[in-house]
């Protein structure tokens, strides 16, 4: 099952954060970011993991993807 996308490049802080959020309340099951920078990545991942939700992060060339599941 592909998941549901959020494309935070170009975003700062806490865009990234919010976005994730609401997509999150959409699509509990899960969701992927796309991200371009590194405080960025730190903080979804740290917000994905405070609402006990797993995150696999890979780099694709600058940009770096989060799949947060549960």
């Given at each position: 099952?592909?998941?549901?996308?959020?494309?935070?490049?170009?975003?700062?802080?806490?865009e990234p954060?919010?976005?994730?959020?609401?997509?999150?309340?959409q699509?509990?099951?899960?969701?992927?970011?796309?991200?371009?920078?590194?405080?960025?990545?730190?903080n979804?991942?740290?917000?994905?993991e405070?609402?006990?939700?797993?995150?696999?992060?890979?780099?694709d060339g600058?940009d770096f993807?989060?799949?947060?599941?549960k």
């Amino acid at each position: 099952m592909a998941l549901n996308t959020v494309d935070a490049r170009g975003r700062s802080c806490p865009e990234p954060v919010v976005l994730t959020r609401k997509a999150l309340e959409q699509f509990p099951t899960g969701v992927q970011v796309i991200l371009d920078n590194t405080t960025a990545r730190d903080n979804v991942k740290r917000f994905a993991e405070s609402k006990n939700y797993k995150v696999a992060v890979k780099s694709d060339g600058e940009d770096f993807v989060l799949a947060i599941t549960k």
